[in-house]
């Protein structure tokens, strides 16, 4: 029985520990649970929390209503491009304006075998005032038509292709030719040249007298030679008597060395090379020049042991002087454009106007109308500016002569006008960039912003970072 009042006891004080010991337990807990949120509180007071981070620590509800009210350069980028973008575009205007070129009246030299030339040797040439040589043909009047046709075509075909720098003139009397064509029956002996067809120089006292060229009527193998074969054969021999001594180094020149059915037209090489030769002062001709004349041509001396190159750039240079001071045509566009460039351009105007008058090329007169339209454009002629510009686009009709007058519609007010031409212009040269700013100028004016848009993409897509056109950032 007093066991079992013991057992009683010690149940009861052990629910009662167990009881105090959960107690205090819970105390505790509150306790720390209360200090952390306190020390937090300190936290958020005490340090310079970054103001992009502060928002973290607010509810959703409180930022939203609190946000500060959005500036223009908050706005998202989407919004700003809504809000009227022609305010925003970058038009450069600094490639717009038409300028006057100056033109390239040099003179080019063209392919030639000048090289060949031995200048220290003799130089055997014709005298330029003496033109046209005399030819006498023998026995004209009674040698088959198609024989002496076949001599005359290649006499005709150097006449041709120098343009008639070269010119025959056919005569009766043997004693005062230039040029006497020996007709013999047969080859001569020892069957000379090619098929017995060759030539000589009579020269007494160091001056030439004639050149003779014998073709004869039949060929070294007996056979009569036809028309064809004669021009062809002649055509060589006929060059070395108006003065080229040496042979082309090309297969398909009349003066290689050797005729064949590769070589039988007369090419641009071969005439370059003979007009060249005919600027310097031969050293036998069958007329002396005088010392007025001959102060217009090269010296043999001044090229004497030189070097091909140093020969080729004397040459120009004499090309070039001569070229400048006997052709009005240039005289009249090079003060022209010394007035341009010192801004009296009523002047200039007056001498472009000369120019005119002093060539019948088409492309010649295309620049010099050009040029005019420019000058009324710069004295504020738009009228006469316009009808210049457009004679010059209907001579040549370039796409920088296509802008010039959709530029003189642009500055004259008449959009609609340079807005056709300028996006036909940009349609079919893309890469024509003056064209851009002009357009994108009228597109503005007008408030066409889709093809604005477009325009400003078509730039960034053929100017990349060059782009004369583009949207602010």
């Known amino acids: 029985m007093y066991r079992n009042k013991i057992l009683v006891i010690a149940t009861v004080l052990i629910a009662l520990l167990l009881g105090v010991m959960i107690w205090s ?6 306790h720390d649970a209360q200090k952390r949120n306190q020390n937090a509180q300190d936290n958020v007071i005490g340090e310079a929390i970054p103001q992009e981070q502060v928002k973290d620590f607010e509810p959703e509800e409180e930022e939203q209503a609190t946000a500060p009210e959005e500036t223009e350069e908050e706005q998202p980028e989407e919004e700003a491009e809504e809000s009227s973008p022609q305010n925003n575009i970058v038009i450069d205007s600094s490639r717009i304006y038409p300028e006057i070129s100056p033109r390239d009246t040099s003179i080019s030299i063209g392919r030639n075998y000048l090289d060949k030339v031995n200048f220290s040797e003799r130089l055997i040439l014709w005298n330029t005032t003496t033109f046209p040589l005399s030819v006498y043909i023998e026995g004209e009047d009674t040698l088959p038509e198609n024989f002496i046709n076949g001599i005359k075509t290649a ?6 292709s120098t343009d008639k720098f070269i010119t025959f003139q056919y005569i009766s009397d043997p004693d005062n030719a230039n040029i006497i064509v020996y007709t013999p029956v047969n080859a001569p002996e020892g069957c000379p040249g090619e098929n017995g067809i060759d030539y000589k120089f009579n020269i007494k006292n160091n001056k030439l007298i004639n050149a003779s060229l ?3 009527q039949h060929a070294c193998n007996g056979i009569p030679l036809n028309a064809r074969t004669m021009y062809e054969l002649i055509q060589h021999p006929l060059g070395h008597i108006l003065g080229i001594s040496v042979h082309s180094p090309y297969s398909s020149d009349v003066m290689y060395e050797e005729t064949t059915n590769a070589n039988i037209i007369i090419t641009s090489i071969d005439t370059e090379t003979l007009k060249l030769l005919y600027n310097f002062v031969p050293t036998i001709t069958n007329k002396y020049y005088s010392s007025a004349e001959m102060k217009k041509m090269i010296r043999l001396s001044q090229v004497k042991n030189q070097q091909p190159k140093a020969i080729y750039e004397l040459l120009k240079e004499h090309l070039n002087a001569a070229q400048d001071k006997n052709d009005p045509f240039i005289t009249n566009i090079n003060t022209a454009y010394e007035y341009y460039q010192r801004g009296k351009y009523d002047k200039a105007e007056s001498s472009y106007l000369e120019a005119l008058k002093n060539t019948e090329d088409n492309l010649e ?4 109308n050009r040029c005019l339209s420019i000058i009324n454009i710069k ?3 738009y009228d006469s500016a316009l009808n210049y510009a457009t004679t010059t686009a209907d001579i040549s009709a370039t796409p920088s002569n296509k802008y010039l007058i959709a ?3 642009f500055i004259s007010g008449n959009d609609d006008g340079a807005r056709l031409r300028l996006e036909e212009i940009i349609t079919k040269y893309p890469k024509f960039i003056a064209a851009y700013p002009v357009l994108a100028q009228i597109y503005t004016k007008q408030g066409e912003q889709e093809k ?9 897509e053929n100017f990349y970072e060059k782009s004369p056109i583009y949207y602010k950032e």
């Open 407 to 409: 530029y003189i519609n």
């Open 25 to 30: 337990a819970n105390v505790v807990a509150d």
């Open 214 to 216: 014998t073709v004869p």
């Open 379 to 381: 004295m504020n002629k």
């Open 155 to 160: 006499f005709n075909n150097w006449q041709l």
């Open 452 to 460: 604005l848009d477009k325009l400003v993409q078509q730039a960034k």
């Open 365 to 368: 007169q295309a620049y010099v």
